[in-house]
């Protein structure tokens, strides 16, 4: 209380204000920008990989740039375009559905943020240090050793170490907030779905992210510090690198996956006006699949010649993951089924998830299929099967949250028709560009490849996988345009809940005051503002007395922590640089101390936070309702 | 909310989950020993897989020795115990022992340091490098790795005595503090117990 | 509006038989399998997508008739119905899928441990063995095992970017393997380098060369016939242009290309150790001159120092012995002299990252002589 209200008062600029923010309405708006600004320099990548493969023997990009634009696709639209994409809606939406105030650590979401920030950032200044990383997004060895790749590889092993120290902490907070954060009356089993993928999808980070960051250890000692690991001469395996990567990454495709799960579990229910079907049967199913998860990974690696006993058990394992999928898709589709169903952009692009998702799932089980394996893996058909889960999964899944959410964040809704026109583009262009890709991938096209000899049939379905991709790139620009248009011309959305929706985000008012709630809600019932519209008087009961609120103070130390890992993690870099402009040890150094001297600086200085006065509460109240 | 605990009564039987803060930091806490957890284990595996790959350099065989480590093992051990009763003598509000005994565990786990640096400076004497084999970077690293989490607990320990020196009693911010960094504590003395039985006697035993 | 996807669900069926219709002479798709393996594959991946188009069916008429019929009128504010769920409806699309899944589960099983299969010569006794590798220094042991039931191996070593093919008879072949029809012929594989994947879509599945790894895999012809094979795997800046051939002839044909093979390799061993001169070699005593030139020119230059030829030489770069039978030069460029020499004086341009040193100041006389000497390098033209 002694420091009260400090904060509260200092009129320091925006940028400051942005810097050193640990509200979790603002990082969820920065996790939004960084995710969108990676997503859209991956889908240019995508666009030029796109460009070379439009005609056989291609010359537009050699091969080694071809490999390099590969590889950084596949990274940055998973660990920096998607996970953040999805950290902005479950920082933003969470705590506002369980009726929160804020996160449990305020200061360590922001944490999470700044250093999977810097984490990114590390990954892509690789460009101007001699080129990006090579080996793919998998960075299978030796392709991926000392010995067959240069500098790109340690800006890749050092970004993802930093940028999954900052997932991880994130996830940790999200579990607790959830465990531990919940309103009255918010038990497990009333909490939005929403909620509970975004719990499982925390979960698995912390047991997925820790492989990988001991995966990516090793292959940084292998490349800096002369390890042994992966050298099959010096009794290493290069097949343990490969085991390791696929433990975390296929989790990681579920990390991604459920949260859009949850986002379509949202978006379904408040335009079909019907409750979630099956909602118990939905959450145990996610339970389910998570679970699964760690059980598939040897699928990835059926080629790899580990043998026909251990193939097949993972094979019936991968089919088993079917199941609760499926669970899920009947769900949804008997959600809509008697609702009175309303489709702006934010219910087709939820819905037409649904019919999408289902074609990736059932290519999912011909993967799982052993001896057909043997023809689909590493091949143009796998990378359809994984563009329809992420692109026609988890990016619609994000669309949708994006407009259904939209006027919540910034206070006014998207413009429908440009919407619906971005949609199309988006959704045909999807399409095109990657159901042609099954068949390529059958007649023989390996993925990775950066271009194919004339003769092989191969030209006309890759000049249609070409037009589409460029359909899906103006479906983001409409994108934007639209982000643009809107916030020039919409109205601002004067009231709590522009959808008639069903969660508790919705009982707050728009925009949403920095303590969420100024009384804590009291939850009746699952859909609980749904439930106050239909048997209560249309606001939420509260569960205390309105009184000052405690909040946290902002705090630079986040940053500066995330400054300190990228100085730490760039020196370590400039170990394998020939001619580094200083000694690599100073930087390692001055990174060392920047990172833990602000922990210190946290530690030691005890911060308690400030109130807001009961009379200010009620005055911003007043103002917004 | 941290001030909804009303301690005017003296604190509450367990200070360290008395608050709301203490009670997620707790949570979050073992929550990030589940992470860790799996990330031992992964090089659990990466050292089970890797140990035959001596290629030409010294086997586990030649170089370990028992005497050493179960020195070792016992100085740990004794330190999870006095850590123990440091959070005993937290919840009886006795603020002087829990930093005597905090000094011990501190004391125990540098004479383990002490040791584990020797061995792997005897190491080094037999031939085995970081970059020998794969058998040695896996061990250096699984090893080493747990020598880091100890010298992380120590200065956590120092540092956390040295800031709360002048406090002169156990509080409801210092108390889950001083309880998450003994938990640490007990954590990596299970690794120790782990690392014993796989890397020390399985190698020795075993094969 | 959505239903184009339903309709473009079956185009890999019609598209099938478009493809099958208009393949070229190298045979490459999966979709027009010419061994056992592949039409097993084949048959397989039919029948799962029998299995999943009734799946799909099943699900977009409930998604059409859904949003189709429940759109919310204009001005009907009414809530509808809240619906928790349905036991019976939960239970049925829970079991079903696992009747369906097994239905997939029993082929994939079976398959698997079907190709698993190791080379019969592991069956046999331990005895023939031991007389083949000793029969390797006479050709009429060599002769004697290969006519009895042990199967031929081939040792594939995938490099960046070229496959190196090790014959049991000794000899080794570089980016083409020769195998019989109608039998299986194994293969075991490893890398030199980094992992590389060995795939024959027309004649089977798939599997990596790892280094450090021995994998082995079979694969059969019914025909023969010249199939494409691919480098499947991410290997560095050129793995787009790995490429092989495998070349299926009739099993006596084959024969008669494996005895010149080695019979090359016995030739220039011979020669080499300062005996007479050979049938083969009196027979093509005009071109005699040149061919020597060329062959000393392949020695200056230092070719061999990498690229074995009738039989000498190491293998650290593909083996040209056969040469002159290649359809393509380095598996990417048409064969012709210009292309060779290009190919010669500067790799890099063609195959980024390959390990061929450049050789930009060959003098034209050498140049001309190797390009000579590599073209007059046929198996197959002794075979007619």
């Avoid at chain 1, 990567?245 to 079909?272: K, M, N, R, T």
Wanted: hydrophobic residues 50%; glycine residues 10%; charged residues 15%.
């Amino acid at each position: 209380m002694a420091t009260a209200t400090a904060s509260m008062n200092n009129n320091k600029s925006v940028l400051w204000d942005w810097l050193t923010t640990v509200d979790h309405k603002k990082l969820a708006v920065l996790y939004l920008i960084a995710g969108t600004l990676f997503f859209v320099k991956a889908g240019v990548m995508a666009l030029f990989m796109r460009i070379q493969l439009m005609s056989a023997e291609n010359d537009f990009l050699t091969g080694q740039t071809f490999n390099e634009f590969i590889t950084m696709h596949g990274t940055i639209m998973l660990f920096l375009a998607a996970t953040p994409l999805i950290f902005a809606f479950m920082n933003f939406v969470i705590p506002l559905q369980i009726g929160a105030r804020d996160v449990a650590f305020p200061f360590v979401n922001a944490l999470g943020f700044w250093i999977f920030f810097f984490g990114g950032l590390l990954v892509s200044v690789s460009w101007f240090f001699g080129g990006a990383p090579d080996a793919g997004w998998t960075a299978y060895v030796p392709l991926s050793s000392g010995e067959y790749a240069d500098l790109g590889l340690d800006f890749y092993v050092l970004g993802l170490q930093i940028s999954g120290i900052g997932t991880l902490v994130s996830a940790i907070n999200f579990i607790v907030t959830i465990i531990n954060m919940r309103a009255p009356g918010m038990t497990m089993m009333r909490m939005p779905l929403f909620c509970w993928t975004g719990l499982v999808t925390s979960i698995l980070i912390v047991f997925a992210f820790t492989p990988l960051a001991a995966g990516l250890a090793l292959l940084m000692l292998d490349r800096i510090f002369g390890g042994q690991f992966f050298v099959p001469d010096s009794g290493g395996n290069a097949v343990l690198w490969q085991h390791i990567f696929w433990i975390f990454g296929h989790p990681e495709v579920y990390i991604l996956v459920l949260p859009a799960f949850g986002i379509i579990s949202e978006v379904i229910p408040a335009f079909s006006k019907k409750r979630l079907f099956g909602y118990t049967a939905m959450v145990f199913a996610t339970l389910i699949i998570a679970f699964l998860s760690f059980m598939v990974w040897v699928h990835h690696m059926f080629t790899v010649g580990i043998g026909p006993i251990t193939n097949s058990v993972f094979a019936i394992a991968t089919m088993a993951i079917g199941i609760p999928t499926g669970i899920k898709i009947f769900n949804w589709l008997f959600t809509m089924w008697g609702g009175k169903l309303t489709f702006n952009t934010a219910m087709l692009c939820a819905s037409s998830f649904v019919p999408t998702f289902v074609l990736g799932g059932v290519t999912g089980v011909m993967l799982a299929m052993v001896p057909i394996d043997y023809l689909y893996h590493d091949t143009y058909f796998v990378v359809a099967h994984f563009h329809y889960i992420v692109v026609g999964g988890i990016v619609l899944g994000l669309l949708a949250g994006t407009y259904y959410w939209y006027p919540k964040m910034f206070g006014h809704k998207l413009n429908e028709k440009l919407g619906i026109l971005m949609f199309w583009l988006f959704y045909i262009g999807f399409h095109l560009t990657f159901f042609i890709q099954h068949i390529l991938g059958l007649i023989g096209m390996p993925r990775r490849v950066f271009t194919y000899l004339d003769g092989q049939g191969m030209e006309t379905m890759n000049l249609v996988s070409t037009i589409g991709a460029f359909l899906m790139g103006a479906g983001v620009v409409v994108l934007v345009i639209n982000i643009v248009y809107s916030a020039f011309t919409s109205e601002r959305v004067a009231v709590r809940d522009p959808w008639d929706a069903r969660t508790l985000e919705w009982s707050t008012t728009t925009p949403v005051p920095e303590y969420n709630f100024a009384q804590t809600p009291q939850v009746r019932s699952l859909d609980p503002w749904f439930y106050e519209k239909i048997h209560g008087d249309g606001l939420m009961k509260s569960a205390e007395p309105m009184d000052e609120i405690h909040m946290p103070n902002g705090s630079i130390l986040p940053f500066m922590i995330g400054l300190g890992l990228f100085i730490w993690g760039f020196g370590m870099i400039m170990l394998n640089m020939e001619n580094p402009i200083m000694p690599p040890a100073i930087v390692i150094g001055v990174g060392f101390v920047v990172t833990f001297g602000s922990m210190l600086v946290r530690s030691i200085k005890e911060d308690h936070g400030y109130h807001i006065p009961l009379d200010k509460v009620k005055k911003i109240e007043k103002e917004v309702s | 909310m941290s001030d909804s605990v009303d301690v005017s009564k003296g604190l509450p039987s367990n200070p360290e989950k008395a608050t709301l803060e203490g009670k997620n930091k707790f949570l979050g806490f073992w929550v990030f020993l589940g992470g860790e957890t799996i990330m031992f284990a992964t090089f659990f595996g990466t050292f089970l897989g890797l140990k035959e790959g001596t290629a030409a350099g010294p086997t586990a065989d030649e170089l370990f020795s028992l005497p050493l480590v179960f020195i070792m093992t016992m100085l740990l051990l004794t330190s999870s115990l006095t850590s123990v009763l440091a959070m005993f003598s937290m919840k009886k509000n006795n603020f002087k022992n829990m930093m005597i005994l905090t000094a011990i565990t501190v004391v125990l786990g540098l004479g383990f340091l002490g040791f584990e640096i020797y061995e792997f400076y005897e190491y080094l004497h037999h031939g085995l490098g970081y970059t020998t084999s794969a058998f040695a970077s896996s061990f250096y690293t699984l090893v080493g790795l747990h020598g880091a989490h100890v010298v992380f607990g120590l200065s956590w320990f120092i540092t956390l005595m040295i800031r709360y020196s002048r406090t002169g009693g156990i509080t409801l911010t210092n108390a889950p503090k001083f309880y998450l960094a003994s938990l640490y504590w007990h954590f990596i003395d299970v690794v120790w117990v782990f690392i014993f039985t796989v890397v020390y006697l399985m190698s020795i035993g075993g094969a | 509006m959505k239903g184009r996807i339903g309709l473009w669900r079956f185009l890999p069926l019609s598209a099938m038989f478009f493809l099958l219709a208009g393949c070229g002479e190298d045979k490459l798709t999966a979709l027009d399998p010419y061994g056992p393996q592949a039409e097993w594959i084949l048959d397989n991946m039919i029948l799962s997508l029998y299995v999943m188009a009734l799946v799909i069916i099943v699900v977009f008429t409930l998604f059409f008739i859904a949003v189709i019929k429940f759109r919310k009128k204009e001005g009907d504010e009414e809530i509808p119905k809240q619906v928790e769920g349905s036991k019976t409806l939960e239970l049925t699309w829970t079991i079903i899928p696992v009747f369906l899944l097994a239905i997939l589960a029993v082929p994939t099983i079976a398959g698997t441990y079907n190709m698993a299969e190791e080379a019969p010569e592991a069956a046999g006794s331990s005895g023939e063995e031991g007389e083949s590798a000793e029969g390797e220094d006479g050709e009429e042991n060599g002769e004697e095992v290969e006519e009895e039931d042990a199967a031929i191996v081939i040792d594939v070593t995938g490099h960046q970017f070229w496959w190196q093919f090790d014959y049991p008879e000794g000899f080794s072949a570089g980016n083409e393997v020769y195998i019989p029809t109608g039998e299986k012929v194994w293969f075991n594989l490893t890398a030199s380098d980094v992992i590389h994947s060995f795939w024959v879509p027309a004649l089977g599945g798939k599997i990596d060369t790892i280094p450090g790894v021995e994998n082995s895999m079979w694969l059969e012809a019914n025909e023969p016939g010249v199939y494409k094979g691919k480098c499947a795997e991410l290997c560095g800046p050129s793995h787009a242009l790995m490429d092989f051939k495998v070349v299926a002839m009739e099993p006596d044909e084959y024969e008669v290309w494996a005895k010149e093979m080695s019979g090359e390799q016995e030739s220039s061993a011979e020669e080499s150790e300062g005996g007479g001169a050979t049938e083969e070699s009196q027979e093509e005593d005009t071109q005699d001159s040149t061919m020597s030139d060329g062959r000393q020119a392949f020695e200056d230059q230092g070719c061999i120092g990498c690229h074995a030829v009738e039989g000498q030489g190491t293998g650290q770069g593909p083996s040209l012995s056969n040469f002159a039978d290649r359809e393509k030069i380095a598996n990417v460029i048409d064969v012709s002299d210009e292309n060779l020499e290009a190919w010669i004086r500067d790799p890099e341009s063609f195959k980024q990252g390959n390990n061929m040193p450049a050789f930009p100041d060959m003098n034209d006389e050498d140049m001309d002589a190797i390009i000579d000497y590599l073209n007059s390098l046929s198996v197959e033209d002794e075979l007619e």
